[in-house]
């Protein structure tokens, strides 16, 4: 029998004990006219088979089909463990794309759109423990209308920076029972300042007299328990970390403490428990630093893109996601922008466990930027509420390179720029906000100011960026484009520049390319992209920069290490030419 794929607990970071991974083989079926519901599709057994969770296009599905298609459909007949009488159940989606419709026991109980983020169903009377099920899901995903998209191909074939689509479901899919009432996911801020953590504890279904318990440990001793009776909709507790516990998250020291979270009722029987894990450190605003746990860290970012060559948007393991973080730590890297692409949740718990920080982004492109709609806000909120508490996590960006023309007119852009950065805000207050990585700052209360400069010339790279220390940062496009005046001294970063294109096993083309002229050998690769990184790194001016990028992706050449993951260059000669900084700090 084969091994399940992609079996690790899927919410690492609010882990109950009783789950069951339901991976594998599930009947499977194109309907490529989306035509399915009337031919009867969700009645009958399916054509073919699929393994979950790799979506249709990718080689580890057992298709490698990557033609277009509106809809597919998925099915499996389940055995809900009988242990968890006395239990509801409900059926976890870590991500579908994009528009998904599930089916219970020919019950409908789910409806989403995004293709990102998790959504739940609720079985309760519908599949009980101890009884079979039958599952079927619908996927539509037209990728010629406009929705988020990140890097995926809106045309046949791979082009420019766009790459094979995904289409259905591509994370894990999951069982879990709760209680009547139960434990919802936590929001968590570390202040350090105070050596506390302040919790909100949101719960389904809750009653007036429950108790809401809340335990920190160090290692395995319990250093700190707080609890509240629940009288509201949002319980709140305060956890104090006593001084001599009192041990921040850094990159060079990445200290997790153990947290326990129960739902008691009245008389004091546990309903839910769910284990967690909490990193104590700050972020802030210094003039142009940006601060963590007080000290400037400058942040020596790459762009990671997240695919992979077998699965695609699916790493083939959860090994692969801790292999591409410590390949990027080997190449001299302290943290990545996740690039138009929301990163599975396992990805996150390793970049919290190894000390690497990261950017949050929303995978914006493709949708109609100037007809905004709910749809991509409410998933922007999804992602923010899945991820606020890594520690790793150190900001936010929801659009990425929002040129536009502008006039006196106010633009579907201006919404949707302005609602992006104030749900980042709202929901969490605890990291800056960059509105949109790259040309267009259009909201004026951005935290961060960014530019992507892919000049390849080292002199004239320079030129460029000298105006910084004026208050006059380089800006993307035509120098009297009214953003061009957003700038008010705000922390600024190079967020994209280099792209070096480099191998030399390929033939120029539409197969092979990267930015600027080719390098004719890996001494003009090393001189340009020491140069590169060594005048960002020499201005005291930025907080950081992000390179592109961590791996080659299919066309796009121009990666640190080959797409496959296997090594490119001499990786100390990369690693040494991001040190620099230490020395002008020091």
């Known amino acids: 029998m084969a091994e399940m794929p992609r079996s690790e607990y899927p919410r690492p970071q609010f882990v109950r004990a009783d789950w069951l991974c339901l991976n594998g083989q599930w009947g499977f079926e194109f309907d490529h006219g989306d035509s399915g519901l009337e031919r009867g599709l969700r009645e009958r057994e399916l054509a073919s088979e699929i393994t979950v969770p790799f979506c249709p296009e990718s080689e580890l599905s057992g298709h490698g089909a990557v033609d277009f298609c509106n809809a597919v459909w998925y099915r499996r007949e389940i055995e809900i463990p009988a242990e968890w009488a006395g239990r509801q159940v409900l059926l976890h989606f870590q991500a579908v794309d994009y528009d998904t419709t599930v089916w219970v026991n020919d019950v409908e109980v789910a409806r989403n759109r995004g293709g990102s983020v998790p959504f739940t169903c609720h079985l309760a009377g519908i599949a009980e423990p101890g009884s079979r099920a039958t599952i079927v899901v619908r996927a539509r995903d037209n990728h010629r209308e406009p929705k988020p998209l990140g890097k995926q191909s809106m045309r046949y074939g791979n082009y420019a920076c766009h790459y094979t689509r995904t289409t259905g479901i591509w994370q894990t899919v999951w069982l879990e029972p709760v209680a009547a009432s139960y434990l919802l996911r936590t929001k968590m801020v570390p202040d350090v300042p105070n050596s506390r953590f302040i919790l909100s504890q949101p719960l389904a279904a809750s009653r007036p007299g429950q108790i809401v318990r809340a335990t920190l440990r160090a290692d395995e001793t319990v250093i700190a328990q707080a609890e509240t009776v629940v009288g509201d909709m949002l319980p709140q507790l305060t956890l104090d970390v006593p001084a001599d ?25 546990v309903l839910d428990t769910v284990e967690s894990y909490a ?43 801790r292999a591409d973080i410590e390949l990027s730590m080997a190449a001299g890297f302290n943290g990545a922008r996740l690039h138009q692409k929301i990163f599975e949740e396992r990805f996150l718990y390793w970049a919290d466990k190894l000390g690497y920080l990261v950017w949050g982004e929303f995978p914006d492109w493709g949708i109609d930027r100037g007809r905004p709609t709910a749809a991509y806000v409410n998933e922007w909120l999804v992602e923010l509420e899945r991820d606020q508490a890594h520690p790793s996590l150190v900001g936010w960006c929801g659009l990425n390179e929002t040129a536009q023309s502008m006039d006196d007119t106010i633009q579907g852009l201006d919404d949707l720029t302005a609602a992006m950065w104030r749900a980042a805000k709202y929901v969490d207050g605890t990291r800056p906000v960059l509105d949109s990585s790259g040309y267009s700052h259009r909201f004026p209360l951005t935290d961060v100011y960014d530019s992507h400069d892919y000049d390849q010339n080292p002199e004239t790279f320079a030129q460029r960026h000298a105006g910084l220390a004026e208050g006059q940062p380089y800006v993307n496009g035509p120098a009297d484009r009214p953003w061009s005046v957003a700038y008010r001294g705000q922390p600024y970063f190079v967020s994209e520049f280099g792209g070096i294109w480099w191998n030399p096993a390929a033939k120029e083309g539409e197969d092979s390319w990267g930015y600027g002229e080719r390098p004719r050998s890996l001494e003009e690769y090393f001189t340009r992209f020491e140069a590169l990184t060594g005048i960002l790194l020499a201005d005291e001016n930025m907080f950081g920069y992000c390179y592109t990028q961590l791996t080659d992706v299919f066309q796009e050449q121009n990666g640190i290490y080959l797409f496959d993951r296997s090594t490119k260059y001499d990786l100390a000669r990369v690693r040494a030419a991001q040190q620099r900084r230490a020395a002008i700090e020091g």
């Open 279 to 321: 990193g104590l450190r700050s972020v802030a605003i210094n003039d142009k630093a940006i601060l963590l746990n007080g000290e400037p860290v400058f942040q020596r970012l790459v762009l990671d893109q997240g695919w992979y060559p077998d699965g695609l948007l699916t790493a083939p393991s959860d090994e692969a996601l």
């Open 245 to 269: 516990q009192r041990r921040l998250w850094a990159i060079d020291d990445p200290y997790l403490y153990g947290l326990t979270l129960e739902l008691l009722d009245a008389d004091g029987q």
